[in-house]
Structure formats: C-alpha cells, structure tokens
C-alpha cells in the first residue's frame, strides 16, 4: 500500500512529466525548431510511437502517414520573408526563400531545393502516377513535384506547409 508521501510524489511526477509534453508540443506548434542536424538521433529508425509524440496529429497525419493538407490551410503559403524551409520532422533544411514562387495552387511552391535535401519515389494512390519527394534525412513526406513550375528549372515542388518550418534570417 502506498504511503500518502508516495503518493503524492507520484502524483508530482506524473504532472511534471505531462507539463513537459505539452511545452514541447506548444514550441513545435509555434514552429520553434528544437531538433537540428548535430543531435544524435536516429531519424530514420524512429518507430511510430516515438515519431507520434513528437509531431502534433496533423504533422503526423502528413509527415508519417503521406497526407495533404487542405490547400490555402498553411500561414507558409504567404510567407514572404527571407530565410530557409526546413522539415517540421527533422529540421533539415530543403528550401531557401529565394527559389519560393506563388503557385497558385494554396500550397507553399518551390522551384528548385537544397542539393541533396529530398529524395523521390513513385506515387501511384491516384490515376496517374505522380513524383513524391519526402526529406531525405527523416524520410518524411513533404509533397509532390510537377513539371509546370517557372524557369530555370522548370519545376512546382508543391509542398505541405504543415510539413515545414520556417526559419527567418
């Protein structure tokens, strides 16, 4: 039988334990970058679990589970400020500011990303075969990427603003 004392500390670390939880999520909803590149963490070998309680159900949804976000739902799709998109998973950076362009489409929009940033694969959920590139760190799905994009590259890297995490200079 537990002592009133042993309750009570238990009690105590319960509720530090959930305080702690909820401030990481509130500082990853904010889109404050808390994981980076020097860290020691497996990306690539997270298991489920562990991927969902990092990433709040949405990011999840997308990042994890190759969902897309309603267009026009991202505050990134407006962004117009000098910096670098990064992956809401991993914090690596994909996407400098100035290869940005508005697509149109409600979905943040770039033409070209960082050399070795992103890798592709096939997707085929839908009629046609489609190019879906996801982070080449963390493995996780940012979009799609389409041949309809501006000059130089000519491509449309339609990405999840969910997805990313936007860092000013």
Not at 50 to 75: H, I
Not at 90 to 99: I, R, V, Y
Request: hydrophobic share 30%.
């Amino acid at each position: 039988m537990l002592t009133r004392r042993e309750l009570s500390l238990s009690v105590g670390a319960l509720a530090l334990t959930a305080c702690s939880q909820t401030q990481s999520r509130a500082e990853a909803s904010e889109g404050k970058v808390t994981n980076t590149s020097t860290s020691n963490i497996d990306w690539a070998n997270l298991t489920e679990r562990e991927w969902s309680e990092r990433l709040t159900d949405t990011e999840f949804r997308v990042l994890r589970k190759e969902g897309t976000e309603r267009p026009f739902s991202s505050e990134l799709n407006d962004n117009k400020a000098v910096g670098t998109y990064v992956c809401a998973g991993c914090a690596l950076p994909l996407f400098t500011s100035d290869k940005k362009f508005d697509s149109g489409t409600g979905w943040p929009s770039f033409f070209q990303p960082i050399e070795d940033a992103l890798g592709t694969k096939v997707d085929r959920k839908l009629f046609a075969a489609r190019t879906e590139y996801h982070c080449s760190r963390c493995g996780g799905h940012q979009g799609h990427v389409f041949k309809d994009g501006p000059a130089p590259t000519g491509l449309r890297y339609c990405n999840n603003g969910v997805a990313l995490d936007f860092i000013e200079s």
